[in-house]
C-alpha cells in the first residue's frame, strides 16, 4: 500500500475524485510535498500534522468549506496552495 512507502519524498495525486485521505498518511513521515488538486476532499485528517517534513501542501479545487486546521498548528508549511472555498 502506499502508506508503506515511509520514504516517499513527493506524492501528487491529482484529479482522482478522492474524498477522503485515510489516518494513515502520518506513516509517510518523509513526505515533502504532498498535492492533491482537482479532487472532492472537504477536510483533511489530524494525522497530517505528524508530517512533519512536510513543506508543501496544494489542496487547489476541492470541496473545503473554511479552511483546514493545519494552517493554525503547523508552521513548517512554507508553501501552500489553496485557491477554492466553496461558501
Same mark, same amino acid.
Not at 508530517?51 to 512536510?54: S, Y
Given at each position: 500500500a502506499i502508506y508503506d512507502l515511509h520514504n516517499l519524498k513527493k506524492l501528487i495525486i491529482h484529479n482522482c475524485q478522492l474524498s477522503f485521505l485515510s489516518t494513515e498518511i502520518k =506513516? !509517510?513521515?518523509?513526505?515533502?510535498?504532498?498535492d492533491l488538486?482537482?479532487? &472532492?476532499l472537504s477536510r483533511l485528517p489530524i494525522d497530517i500534522v505528524h508530517?512533519? =517534513? !512536510?513543506k508543501y501542501l496544494s489542496l487547489s479545487s476541492n470541496n473545503f468549506t &473554511?479552511?483546514?486546521f493545519?494552517?493554525?498548528i503547523d508552521e513548517n508549511i512554507i508553501?501552500?496552495?489553496f485557491d477554492s472555498l466553496i461558501y
Open positions: =506513516n !509517510l513521515e518523509n513526505l515533502v510535498l504532498l488538486d482537482f479532487n &472532492n508530517l512533519k =517534513n !512536510l &473554511n479552511v483546514p493545519v494552517f493554525d508553501g501552500t496552495i
